[in-house]
């Protein structure tokens, strides 16, 4: 994860190209989804939960789907396993990073941290690190050109924008991925509103 996460392709070895190397990177991801989900539909149980709960689910499934179907695509499908594996693992690198900065701004500047502009801050970092290390995964675990793997990072978020507007559609005036992201949040805002 390391590796990768600085930029060293040799990284992508570290990772199995087998379908239980798969379950094993997805594992933490549905154990959260369960979680979160409980805490969803345990804060609320209306039928707007379960909304919540799926659209959790397919922000999970959702890249790997498209990632596969480009894979298979450009004639890549038998490194995918590797791929998805390092994708997922990957990923948590980004939290890292995340917290690192937030770390160095609370050090700097504790109110920097707690504004508008420190979150900005924190987010763009965040957002922009994790798009490089989706196109570096991309390139190194699918041997794909550079243009090939920015259509790649396009192609998931562009799949997630259109998962977000069905969502929109479906449940107007429900912010799902908000919502079901920070469910302790919610219930302690709504807590304190009343």
């Given at each position: 994860?390391?590796?990768?996460?600085r930029?060293?392709a040799?990284?992508?070895a570290?990772?199995?190209?087998?379908?239980?190397?798969?379950?094993?990177?997805?594992?933490?991801?549905?154990?959260?989804w369960?979680v979160?989900g409980?805490?969803?539909?345990?804060?609320?149980?209306?039928?707007?939960?379960?909304v919540?709960?799926?659209?959790?689910?397919?922000?999970?499934?959702?890249?790997?789907?498209?990632?596969h179907?480009?894979?298979?695509?450009?004639?890549?499908?038998?490194?995918w396993?590797?791929?998805?594996?390092?994708?997922?693992?990957?990923?948590?690198?980004?939290?890292?990073?995340?917290?690192?900065?937030?770390l160095?701004?609370a050090?700097?500047?504790?109110?920097?941290?707690?504004s508008?502009?420190?979150?900005m801050?924190?987010?763009?970092?965040?957002f922009?690190?994790?798009?490089?290390?989706?196109w570096?995964v991309?390139?190194?675990?699918?041997?794909?050109?550079?243009?090939?793997?920015v259509?790649?990072?396009?192609?998931?978020?562009?799949?997630?924008?259109?998962?977000?507007?069905?969502?929109?559609?479906?449940?107007?005036?429900?912010?799902?991925?908000?919502?079901?992201?920070?469910?302790?949040l919610?219930?302690?805002g709504?807590?304190?509103?009343?």
């Amino acid at each position: 994860m390391l590796l990768l996460g600085r930029g060293r392709a040799e990284g992508i070895a570290y990772f199995g190209n087998t379908r239980d190397s798969v379950l094993a990177a997805l594992a933490p991801r549905l154990a959260l989804w369960l979680v979160g989900g409980g805490l969803t539909i345990g804060t609320a149980p209306q039928a707007i939960s379960g909304v919540k709960v799926l659209f959790a689910l397919c922000l999970i499934l959702l890249p790997a789907i498209v990632t596969h179907a480009l894979a298979r695509r450009w004639k890549r499908e038998g490194l995918w396993p590797r791929y998805i594996t390092a994708a997922w693992w990957t990923d948590w690198v980004t939290l890292f990073v995340g917290l690192a900065v937030a770390l160095l701004m609370a050090l700097a500047s504790p109110r920097l941290l707690e504004s508008a502009t420190g979150a900005m801050i924190l987010n763009g970092v965040e957002f922009g690190y994790s798009l490089w290390l989706t196109w570096y995964v991309a390139r190194i675990g699918l041997l794909l050109r550079r243009g090939q793997a920015v259509v790649l990072v396009l192609a998931i978020l562009g799949s997630l924008g259109v998962l977000s507007a069905v969502v929109g559609v479906l449940s107007p005036n429900q912010r799902a991925w908000h919502d079901f992201l920070y469910p302790l949040l919610v219930q302690q805002g709504q807590g304190s509103v009343h």
